[in-house]
């Protein structure tokens, strides 16, 4: 992919940092914040070839070397510079230092994310090391770091020390999902570009034209999603419409009153089988709210539901639940999320939970 035009629905963000470019004014620091997977590293990685792409810069400017392209970076209070209209907007895609960034090979485009859990604070006295240098070829060196939330308090510090006294020709952009996650004196000298959900017409356009994904399917997924197509596309590489119409059948056959043993059975057997599947846990609860919560909004405002697919069982079940015996259902996942959270036994805590649901 090049171009920025490809990133759908961060114009805004896009336009805010070309224009930065454009105006030679490009701050230290940048704070990425948004919900996961809505295009934000993805963007970083064009801003940063955009930063330092020779091709287009080449053709365009014959009569001067790519060495001549001066990028002024300022403080975010600091005066806007004279633009530069000769610079370009969108990268090539295609020269070597493009090439190079794309496939995460550059040298000066530096790339931190958590080793494990966390962000430790090794990664950034080495990051500190690196940086006492000059870069080795770009314009602009680019730090990108991705879940900067996930810095432990040791990390963060040493991050600020950085960015109280920030090096030439380098740029860091921090990704996070909430502003409020990142120490506020790092925040305060970084300047924020909010990135914004996809809507989900869009994610279903193109679950549709890119996956070939059926318009029923396409609407739950993206209605799932959150605004990310990336989660739109686990939710499609993980079944988890099969998954989800498995969950359904097994926790409410919908028409039985008083559970036999063997249904009991089958539930324990299902959350064998998912606490077998740790790393999708949270979009499995996540499927259970969603449940839950078109159950009691079908009645107020059944435009607004997620699994709309299943409007006919929705229908049918809203009339044999009561809104209190929904809320205390929510509840119950809330309490094992927070349990889960918390290291407790995923197979002993998906028990608990589905025999409540059950109830
Ligand atoms: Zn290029």
């Known amino acids: 992919m090049c171009g920025f035009e490809k990133i759908i629905g961060q114009t805004q963000p896009i336009r805010i940092l070309t224009t930065l470019l454009q105006n030679g004014n490009v701050p230290h620091a ?11 590293h993805t963007v970083a990685t064009m801003f940063a070839m955009l930063c330092n792409c020779v091709g287009n810069v080449d053709a365009k400017n014959t009569n001067q070397s790519d060495s001549k392209q001066a990028i002024t970076i300022g403080s975010i209070h600091s005066a806007p510079q004279i633009p530069n209209s000769e610079l370009i907007y969108n990268p090539c895609g295609v020269c070597k230092v493009c090439r190079k960034i794309k496939s995460g090979n550059h040298p000066d485009i530096i790339l931190i994310k958590p080793s494990g859990q966390f962000i430790k604070i090794e990664q950034i006295r080495d990051l500190r090391l690196i940086i006492t240098m000059k870069p080795y070829s770009a314009k602009l060196r680019v730090v990108i770091i991705d879940d900067a939330q996930t810095m432990n308090q040791a990390a963060a510090n040493a991050l600020l020390k950085v960015l109280e006294e920030p090096p030439d020709r380098t740029v860091f952009i921090l990704i996070a999902k909430n502003k409020r996650d990142l120490l506020p004196t790092i925040t305060s000298r970084c300047q924020p570009i909010r990135f914004h959900p996809i809507s989900l017409q869009h994610i279903e356009a193109m679950l549709m034209t890119q996956k070939n994904v059926v318009p029923e399917k396409a609407t739950v997924l993206a209605a799932m999603s959150y605004g990310s197509f990336s989660k739109a596309l686990s939710l499609l590489e993980n079944d988890w419409i099969n998954r989800r119409d498995l969950l359904i059948r097994t926790i409410w056959p919908g028409t039985v009153n008083a559970r036999s043993v063997q249904s009991s059975a089958m539930i324990m057997a299902l959350a064998a089988r998912f606490a077998r599947d740790k790393d999708n846990i949270t979009e499995i609860l996540d499927g259970i709210k969603s ?6 909004i079908y009645r107020y405002c059944p435009e607004k539901m997620i699994n709309y697919d299943l409007i006919d069982k929705i229908h049918y079940m809203s009339e044999q639940i009561t809104v209190g015996t929904l809320l205390e259902k929510l509840e119950a996942v809330q309490t094992a999320e927070r349990k889960i959270r918390a290291n407790a036994n995923l197979r002993l805590t998906l028990d608990s939970l589905f025999m409540q649901l059950t109830r």
């Open 30 to 40: 940048l704070t990425f914040i948004g919900n996961q997977g809505i295009g934000k």
């Open 291 to 296: 449940w839950l919560r078109d159950l009691l």
